[in-house]
């Protein structure tokens, strides 16, 4: 599986950006997604994971309320919605697929099989 990620760059607190992962995939409902992220000088971290069947999994707190995650399987595409953006969302974001099978979406850490090349979110206060 190759992933492509985009969508990022740089925006003011409160904004929005929306990211989209392409998959390269003819299987893509065998795959769960994630999104992860790593700021500078920290280790990367799960943000938000989806099951193939529209599952979601929130890594903690920090973006609950303010981002979002949707998928279209028919586009082999998952997006990362991101509202009132924050100076501390600042990072790297990469998508990540792990196959379904191993249920690893449920936690989403960054123990997922297959990465992307990441899309850098600049956040300024």
């Known amino acids: 599986v190759q992933l492509q990620a985009s969508g990022g760059g740089l925006v003011q607190a409160g904004g929005s950006l929306r990211l989209s992962c392409v998959a390269s995939?003819?299987?893509?409902?065998?795959?769960?997604i994630g999104w992860f992220r790593q700021a500078p000088g920290k280790e990367r971290e799960g943000v938000l994971c989806?099951?193939?069947?529209?599952?979601?999994?929130y890594f903690g707190d920090s973006v609950k309320g303010r981002f979002t995650i949707s998928r279209d399987n028919a586009k082999n595409t998952v997006y990362l919605q991101m509202n009132s953006l924050k100076p501390e969302d600042t990072a790297v974001y990469y998508c990540?697929?792990?196959?379904?099978?191993?249920?690893?979406?449920?936690?989403?850490?960054?123990?997922?099989?297959?990465w992307g090349q990441g899309t850098l979110v600049t956040v300024s206060s």
């Open positions: 995939t003819h299987s893509s409902e065998n795959y769960a």
């Open positions: 990540s697929a792990d196959p379904m099978r191993r249920g690893r979406y449920r936690r989403c850490r960054p123990d997922f099989d297959y």
């Open positions: 989806i099951s193939s069947f529209g599952g979601i999994t």
